[in-house]
C-alpha cells in the first residue's frame, strides 16, 4: 500500500486498495465460483489485475485446474487482463 500513488490512496476506500492480507482473496474466491459453474459450460473469464502480482494470480487459477491461461499487458507494459478459456 505505501507503494501506491498519493492521488490512489488519498482518493480510494482502504477496501478498494487491500484485503488486508496478501492481496489474492479476491482471485481465490472468484477462481473458486468460476470453478464451480465453468466446467459444465464453454466460456471465457476475463480479470483485470492490479499489476503487482500477475504471476501470483496465474498460479491460483492453475492451481484450480485452469488451463488455457493468458495474461495480456496494458499500454504502459503492466500485466492488467487475466483471461481464462474452458
Known sequence: MLSLAGEILD????????????GLRFYRRLFKLAGEKLPA?????F???????????RGLAEKMNFKDITITN?????????????
Do not use: C, F, W
Not at 496494458?74 to 474452458?86: A, M, N, S, Y
Open 74 to 86: 496494458d499500454l504502459t507494459d503492466t500485466p492488467r487482463v487475466l483471461k481464462i478459456e474452458v
Open 11 to 22: 482518493h480510494e476506500p482502504q477496501a478498494a486498495l487491500t484485503d488486508g492480507a496478501d
Open 41 to 45: 459450460k464453454k466460456g471465457i473469464l
Open 47 to 57: 480479470v483485470e489485475m492490479s499489476g503487482s502480482q500477475p504471476q501470483k494470480i
